[in-house]
């Protein structure tokens, strides 16, 4: 099974400021798509951002943004402008051939106002 | 987005009895469900996959006599947790795939005495 790894399981930043939360992944496959995952207190689910790995360019969503580095199995997202609603659990997400979900052990982050 | 609706939200059951949690995709036809389980401050640990019509597919180490899914539709899945114990107690979570994207359910707070 695919792994992913979250190394960072607490993260802080200032409002207004800009945050990076790391992940990485070891797979064998060469087509899947990577996500991060937005989990508030509610529990819910939220899907943040979304990368293909067929793609080179660099997902963009907003003030979110990640950097895939295929070749180093890295993936990172970048939040910018952080606002106290993205305080929250962030997972991230590998999406096999078989559509299963493997989710990173997650990284909790607090926003100061 | 599509909607994916998981029912009940929270349930307290005693030790030994069983439990059923459902999970409907309301908007889009899910050939394929998934579930998940998340402990406190832990990731999502996927579960099983279940199958439109088949068997379900269990991930290593989920006893599959205790965890019975049935998808017996193409909009809905159920787990049903047989002759549930205090160690049962967890947060379970179903997704489904449209498209590109997973959509979850709310998930479900269970809680065994």
């Known amino acids: 099974a695919q792994t992913v790894t979250q190394s960072q399981p607490e993260m802080s930043v200032q409002e207004a400021e800009t945050v990076t939360l790391s992940c990485t992944y070891d797979?064998?496959?060469?087509?899947?798509?990577l996500f991060w995952y937005k989990q508030p207190p509610s529990r819910q689910m939220i899907l943040v951002i979304r990368q293909e790995a067929y793609k080179q360019q660099n997902a963009t969503e907003n003030r979110f943004s990640v950097n895939f580095q295929k070749a180093a199995k890295s993936f990172s997202l970048k939040i910018s402008d952080s606002q106290l609603g993205d305080a929250a659990m962030y997972f991230c997400a590998y999406r096999s051939t078989g559509n299963q979900f493997y989710f990173g052990t997650g990284t909790s982050l607090t926003v100061i106002p | 987005g599509a909607v994916v609706s998981q029912h009940p939200s929270w349930v307290i059951c005693k030790s030994g009895t069983s439990v059923k949690i459902e999970c409907r995709s309301l908007d889009f036809q899910a050939t394929t469900m998934f579930w998940y389980r998340q402990f406190p401050k832990q990731s999502l640990m996927l579960m099983a996959t279940s199958n439109e019509g088949s068997k379900a597919t269990y991930e290593q180490g989920v006893e599959k006599d205790k965890f019975l899914i049935n998808h017996a539709s193409l909009t809905l899945s159920t787990l049903t947790v047989t002759s549930a114990h205090p160690e049962d107690s967890s947060f379970y979570i179903c997704?489904?795939?449209?498209?590109?994207?997973?959509?979850f359910g709310q998930g479900t707070r269970l809680t065994v005495v």
């Open positions: 797979t064998s496959e060469s087509d899947y798509y």
């Open positions: 997704s489904a795939i449209k498209g590109k994207e997973a959509f």
